[in-house]
Antibody, heavy 118, light 108 residues
Framework: QVQLVQSGSELKKPGASVKVSCKAS????????MNWVRQAPGQGLEWMGW????????TYAQGFTGRFLFSLDTSVTTAYLQISSLKAEDTALYFC???????????WGQGTLVTVSS | SYELTQPPSVSVSPGQTARITCSGD??????RYWYQQKSGQAPVLVIY???KRPSGIPERFSGSISGTMATLTISGAQVEDEADYYC???????????FGGGTKLTVL
């Protein structure tokens, strides 16, 4: 069965970096793009962007350029989200989601809570 | 930037019809998608391409479009339908997506 399993919660200090993983299984990894979605505490969903798993080409939403990096390791069917120069406002739950076609996100990871605090 | 506007909350009694709206601007029509997020869980797609229902989603969930307004209708809402609902669509470039602000549906 299709599964997206994300790495565990992270507690980081401001200015540090974090790398969140999303391990995919149960399907052909290269056949589906991967999206990333952020949800700040008590807030709504924000689309961060997506990565083409065939080419590795990322697309970032407005507000998620510069400090955010999507990457892949296709040998282990895993997508990554790296955030550098962390700020308190990066504290959020980060989800990966498989894209069947644009807009259609059918499987989601369980979410990774990143907390940024001194 | 492109924005989708939803009412913050909708409340109905069990068995009533709940309607959640999502308005965008007057740009060329793009499909709307609807996601349900129950407390502490990942979102689940309930409507795609304006009105289509994914496999496994109950028939009481339906979607419609009128002009630039999309509506998610839950006919005969049940207590288990209590959740936050988000519309989702793309801008005119079709390369950047956005979620609406979300609507908290209360069924009691």
């Amino acid at each position: 069965q299709v599964q997206l399993v994300q790495s565990g919660s992270e507690l980081k200090k401001p200015g540090a970096s974090v790398k969140v993983s999303c391990k995919a299984s149960g399907y052909t990894f290269l056949a589906y793009a991967m999206n990333w979605v952020r949800q700040a505490p008590g807030q709504g969903l924000e689309w961060m962007g997506w990565i083409n798993t065939n080419t590795g080409n990322p697309t970032y939403a407005q507000g998620f350029t510069g400090r955010f990096l999507f990457s892949l390791d296709t040998s282990v069917t895993t997508a990554y989200l790296q955030i550098s120069s962390l700020k308190a406002e990066d504290t959020a739950l980060y989800f990966c989601a498989r894209e069947v076609f644009p807009g259609y996100l059918d499987y989601w990871g369980q979410g990774t809570l990143v907390t940024v605090s001194s | 930037s492109y924005e989708l506007t939803q009412p913050p909350s909708v409340s109905v009694s069990p068995g009533q019809t709940a309607r959640i709206t999502c308005s965008g601007d007057a740009l060329p029509k793009k499909y709307r998608y609807w996601y349900q997020q129950k407390s502490g869980q990942a979102p689940v797609l309930v409507i795609y391409e304006d009105y289509k229902r994914p496999s496994g989603i109950p028939e009481r969930f339906s979607g419609s479009i009128s002009g630039t307004m999309a509506t998610l209708t839950i006919s005969g809402a049940q207590v288990e339908d209590e959740a936050d609902y988000y519309c989702y669509s793309t801008d005119s470039s079709a390369s950047h997506w956005v979620f609406g602000g979300g609507t908290k549906l209360t069924v009691l």
